[in-house]
């Protein structure tokens, strides 16, 4: 159902879901059916089969048709007037002559695109108790209301409709539905939109009474707790790092790479339409062009960029140099007073700034009036055209990058997301106003009760310091100046928990092993994951020393975790660093707060992703295994996700009969259910011999290059396993104290090896454990 659904939403939106058809000139050329003074019936045919071509490669890509002709029958019905000219002419895309020279089939051309987009809107969003709401129950086909697009939406309800909902919010933002159906349910003054954070309630009225006792959110990454439109404004207000385009990489389902072009022509376009509304709004009745050459008559270059974006006369976007000039100039005509920090429509519009949303929901506010007024207006020729080619460009602009950094269903897997991840988070600046904005979009779920915001850990303790106080400081601007604490004490507002994160990273897997030796000052460095190890320990020490210098914070720092990719880093990395947390050393029994009343103090508590993402089902079920064992979890702690848990085996084995993954790997999951099953009493003999062998073949494999008599028997296997749980820098020690020692009996021998025999001799000797380990790895 999922790809059937993809394919007709891909479809139904197509020529503004990306930048494939930017600027409609090819779905103007398709449908210019005229007599006389068109561009000619080969130029038609020709515009028509372009834009097949895209929307076949555009749908190969992005969905998964049965056929080409389950593309043409819904093509044909979301877009008829494309088929032939009868259907155009039954649509009402070609005139009658004697209307031939007033009408506009553009502006029937973006009519026809609000009508679709108001179709998904009324069949899937409603109102309730002040909150936008998922309309979950059936819709009625053609039965009070007359649907010309989503009558299929007849056969769906319940879960059918949320699957359709997650897929359309895979494919472009929300937003222009809600402010389309805001128009077309008469809400028409901009206080409807007062903390309105694109939050849409699922729950049906029953769910509702059972939600309003309070939910939790545990597991919120603060640099990931954004959603798209709080990305957008610092886009088009340019508040994102400096270096953020130097690292992005587009997907494979990129229409164009030149990103920072397109969203600096974005921020252009919004720029000028929001200024033209704002004059429209005042009286001025004038078209956008005339507003344009008039408003910007000293600024000639600008007025010329504007015609040439107008008219699509770039092989892409206008230069870089260009655009930035064009903002600046427009910024300096018409906003004399720029306050930072916040997006610039509340600037254009300062009588709304009381009102908590985002800016784009006040825009696209702005632009549906526009568009309430004038699409039936018999005055100013060409105004709707103008306003609406530029505004749709815009619109393009933002769904491609939409889906540059929202990750649709193709694949799964954490991995993948990463990539949308990395181009979504890079661009955030996380000052103290996206803390405000990013707690408030929280907040709107107004059966929050608690919220467990997960942050990473600063390289010193002094930026965790100062990104901890943006944090709080944002926190406490909402509850006095939203929920009024200062005057109510007894306000319920939700409170906030803070959760570090260690992120899991991958080591050099081409590590030589064999430079482990007495060159202490460098076996950190060669050995697997032993710096990470050590980097772990201090950024544990930093947050442990954070609660102990500032006692009140351990009421918001209350745990640690570790996060990312499953396989980036194996469990036995972070078991001392957990030990290390665990250190009473870092505890005291109560604090005092400012006020002097005596507190017991808040403990740290723990979690660890495991058992979420997993070649094998070994592997995930062991990990988990590993982290209660070894990273000693109690009571209270917990298992990140866990999904290996959940997964039936049987079902698993039938669906995975062959799985690739590295042999250290495959060897480590044989060890750990050997280490299972030799404890218990009960298990099958042949069960227990066969693993055994798998177990000694697979050593083989693995160190028959080293021990050239024979491999390490299972239980020095089994030894090893659980040796590398320990704390690494630890194991260089003692090691180092052994050869010490033994390089002084061979000193008072006078053995007298030569000097790479020597060497291996003593690997040989001394590191065979460590050996194995590293090689292993």
Avoid at 34 to 46: A, E, L
Wanted: hydrophobic residues 40%; glycine residues 4%; contains cysteine.
């Amino acid at each position: 159902m999922r790809s059937k659904l993809s394919l007709l939403i891909h479809v139904a939106l197509f020529p503004i879901q990306n930048l494939q058809f930017y600027g409609q000139q090819h779905m103007l050329d398709a449908l210019d059916y005229r007599q006389t003074g068109g561009i000619g019936k080969s130029k038609q045919q020709k515009a028509k089969r372009l834009i097949e071509r895209k929307l076949y490669a555009e749908l190969l890509r992005k969905a998964e048709p049965s056929s080409l002709d389950e593309i043409n029958l819904l093509v044909q019905k979301f877009y008829p007037m494309l088929s032939s000219k009868n259907e155009a002419r039954r649509h009402d895309f070609i005139p009658s002559h004697e209307d031939e020279e007033t009408y506009s089939v553009e502006k029937k051309l973006y009519q026809h695109y609000f009508h679709i987009i108001e179709e998904f809107s009324a069949a899937l969003l409603s109102y309730r108790d002040g909150d936008i709401i998922f309309k979950y129950w059936r819709n009625d086909a053609n039965g009070s209301k007359k649907w010309s697009f989503i009558d299929f939406m007849a056969q769906y309800s319940d879960q059918d409709k949320v699957i359709f909902f997650q897929a359309l919010n895979r494919t472009i933002p929300i937003d222009l539905m809600i402010a389309l159906h805001h128009s077309n349910n008469n809400i028409h003054d901009p206080l409807q939109l007062h903390e309105l954070y694109q939050h849409i309630n699922l729950a049906d009225a029953p769910l509702d009474d059972i939600l309003a006792r309070g939910v939790a959110e545990n597991h919120i990454h603060a640099s990931a707790a954004f959603n798209f439109s709080i990305l957008w404004q610092m886009m088009m207000n340019g508040v994102y790092p400096p270096k953020y385009f130097e690292s992005f990489t587009t997907n494979h389902l990129a229409a164009s790479s030149e990103v920072e072009s397109y969203l600096w022509t974005a921020r252009l376009l919004r720029l000028v339409l929001s200024h033209y509304l704002k004059d429209w709004e005042s009286g001025a009745v004038r078209s956008l062009y005339e507003w344009i050459e008039d408003s910007l008559a000293t600024e000639p270059g600008v007025v010329r960029l504007l015609h040439e974006l107008y008219h699509n006369q770039y092989d892409g976007f206008a230069p870089m140099d260009k655009l930035k000039e064009a903002i600046e100039r427009i910024q300096i005509t018409f906003m004399e007073n720029e306050a930072s920090g916040s997006d610039f429509i509340f600037r254009i519009f300062p009588e709304h700034q009381a009102i908590k949303t985002y800016g784009e929901h006040l825009f696209l506010f702005k632009v549906m009036a526009y568009r309430r007024q004038m699409q039936d207006k018999s005055g100013c020729v060409g105004s709707y055209e103008q306003f609406f080619r530029l505004f749709f460009m815009y619109i393009a602009i933002k769904n491609e990058f939409y889906q540059q950094v929202t990750q649709p269903t193709v694949l799964r897997g954490l991995d993948f997301f990463r990539g949308y991840f990395d181009r979504a988070t890079d661009g955030i600046a996380a000052d103290q106003s996206y803390y405000t904005m990013l707690l408030r979009t929280l907040f709107q779920n107004r059966y929050l009760q608690k919220v467990e915001l997960r942050l990473s850990v600063a390289s010193s303790e002094t930026e965790n310091r100062k990104r901890l106080l943006r944090l709080l400081e944002s926190y406490k601007h909402i509850l006095v100046n939203d929920y009024d604490v200062e005057n109510d004490p007894q306000s319920e507002f939700p409170l906030i928990g803070i959760v570090y994160h260690l992120i899991k990273r991958p080591d050099d897997v081409n590590k030589d092993f064999w430079w482990f030796d007495e060159e202490r000052d460098h076996t950190l460095k060669h050995l697997h994951f032993g710096e990470h190890q050590e980097k772990y320990m201090k950024q544990v020490q930093m947050v442990q020393q954070l609660r102990r210098n500032v006692p009140m914070v351990t009421n918001f720092i209350v745990g640690l975790d570790a996060a990312s990719l499953e396989h980036y880093t194996p469990v036995q990395v972070f078991a001392p660093v957990f030990e290390e947390a665990r250190d009473s050393k870092y505890d005291s029994l109560r604090i005092l707060d400012p006020e002097g009343n005596i507190l017991p103090r808040q403990s740290l508590f723990f979690t660890f992703h495991a058992g979420e993402e997993f070649r094998h089902l070994g592997s995930g079920l062991r990990r988990i295994d590993e982290v209660i064992e070894y990273c000693k979890l109690h009571a209270g702690d917990r298992i990140g996700h866990g999904i290996a848990l959940g997964v039936p085996v049987e079902e698993w084995a039938k669906r995975n009969p062959v799985v690739i993954l590295p042999r250290g790997e495959y060897l480590d999951n044989l060890l750990w259910v050997w280490g299972v099953y030799s404890r218990t009493t009960q298990f099958r003999t042949e069960a227990f011999i066969y693993l055994e062998r798998q177990i000694d073949e697979m050593a083989d494999c693995i160190f028959n290059d080293i021990f050239s008599a024979s491999t390490p028997g299972i239980s020095t296997l089994f030894k090893t396993y659980k040796r590398r749980f320990l704390r690494i820098k630890d194991e260089i020690s003692k090691v180092n104290l052994q050869q010490m020692k033994r390089e002084g009996e061979e000193r008072r021998l006078h053995l007298n090896f030569p000097p790479n025999s020597y060497r291996r001799l003593k690997i040989k000797k001394i590191n065979c454990l460590l050996i194995i380990i590293m090689k292993w790895l």
